[in-house]
């Protein structure tokens, strides 16, 4: 297969951007014209550099009290 861009390419990138610059997955998936928000999540957005870092960041920042409480 030649290397190259299909638009069904396009549309898992454009999934994934939007999702990644926070826009609400119902919006997202109603967009693509999914009826589903999974099939949305599960088959057209990836993980990016970007989401990875803030979720590392959220873990870091998150702290639990002293003893459990």
Same mark, same amino acid.
């Given at each position: 297969?030649?290397?190259?861009l299909r638009f069904h390419d396009l549309r898992h990138s454009y999934a994934t951007w939007l999702v990644s610059d926070g %826009?609400?997955?119902n919006d %997202?998936?109603?967009v693509?014209?999914?009826e589903q928000t999974s099939t949305?999540?599960?088959r057209y957005?990836?993980?990016?550099?970007?989401r990875d870092r803030? %979720?590392?960041a959220s873990f870091a920042?998150?702290?639990l009290p002293p003893g459990g409480q």
């Open positions: 297969m030649p290397f190259g %826009v609400p997955i %997202v998936a109603k693509m014209g999914h949305t999540l599960d957005t990836h993980s990016t550099r970007d803030r %979720v590392l920042a998150f702290s």
